[in-house]
């Protein structure tokens, strides 16, 4: 097959898709719900696959929005990533959420992938199957990693997501490992004007909270630890029995990760110990760093340069400078393949050890919209970020394909990630009943 047959063979694929995944992606956008509580986005997700005769299971393992729909039979077996959850203090409203990372855009474009796979597939006549996972909660870092401790992305010959963003690359690096903690401190409460037989559970966390600051002088510059106070009492005049303090830890790897987490732990103790209180420690999530796959990663390079970056059009500019930024435009492909791991960090870096991950990111939104911000939200609604998602669901595609029809190419991912995970076992670095947070934290 030639490359402009491919290049068609995708968009024919993909175009029977495209309005019901635009459809799909503004209703997202629109109901911008909570990590953990996306029950309408799930739902809308879940329905638009099953119509598409995908077999769903819904709620996945105990988790309420999330599911896996399959579609097709045998070997190979490809898995898609979908996200679609949104953050706080990002909706257009001041104090309501929103879609300020764009995983409106992510999970329905992931879910047009998957569907147009399904179409080449059958077009062709081709054993495999298509797997969507349906993955709530990525902004707490939390979705997959309960997922996966539940079982879920065993048995995938490959797995590819996306992610929108201001420019057309290949993500082969991923992000930060880290540990998600929340510290509760038990003190005793007194009048806050006659406080000697008081113990405060605020005064601990803050102490606590000096320690680590003196902690980060004497952690490698790629350390990142940041948190905030969650709960440190009600009133100035109750001394503070409760306090809650919740700490990301960003690391190079798992071994840094754990390595600051216990000396993050020390530095709660030592603030216990000198304010009389109690401390309790829990792990609400964690992340791996990513096993890469450069096999992948120069597959899916190759796709988006023969796809190339989406179209921008005057109407584009227009509707962007409308929202009062500049229609700066990141245009073409990145052909290079970045090396350096990003300093944020995803849940989806978990499933690089479960099965071989391709991940990239594709122009919805113009430079200079700053991510996990309503400017971002304003943006990634509009014809545009439309248009780049249906670019990532052709991309998607076009990976799959080739994975589907070219079994040398497929034995050459697998190869590399066997490798990869020589030795390794996948912890699922949560305790084995801990409940995820569905009610947030
Ligand atoms: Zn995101």
Known sequence: MTKAEKRKLVKGAVRREAREAQRLASRIWELAEPPF?????????????????FRVKFPFAGVPTAFRATSGKGKPV????GEYDALPDCGLKKGTYGHGCGHNLLGAGSAAGAAATVHLLAAHGLSGRVVYWGCPAEEVLAGKVYMAREGAF???????????????????????????????FHGRTAHGASAHGGRSALDAAVLMDVAVNDLREHVPDNVR????IRDGGKAPNVVPEYARIWYYVRARDR??????????????????TATETRVRVKKLTAVYSRLRNGVLAGLLRDNLVLLG???VTQA???????????????????????DAAGKASSDEDNVSWL?????FGVACVPNGVRGHNREYTAQSNLPFAHRGMLRAAEALAGVAWELLTDAKLLRRVRAEFTKGVKGFKYDPLIPKNQRPPLDGV
């Open 154 to 184: 065993r048995g995938l010959d490959a797995c590819l997501t996306w992610h929108p963003g201001n420019r057309t690359a290949v993500n082969a690096a991923g992000g930060s490992a880290l540990d998600s903690l929340i510290l509760e």
């Open 37 to 53: 509580q996306e029950s309408g986005s799930s739902t809308l997700l879940a329905a638009y696959l099953a119509d598409r005769g």
């Open 355 to 359: 099965a071989p991950l391709g991940c």
């Open 225 to 228: 630890i940041h948190c905030v």
């Open 255 to 272: 071994a840094e990760v754990d390595e600051i987490t216990r000396r993050l732990v020390l530095c709660a103790k030592g603030a216990a």
């Open 316 to 338: 584009d500019r227009e509707q962007v400078e409308a929202l009062g930024k500049e229609p700066d435009f990141q245009k073409g492909v990145r052909k290079d393949i970045p």
């Open 309 to 311: 970056a989406p179209r």
């Open 78 to 81: 490809i898995g898609f990533l």
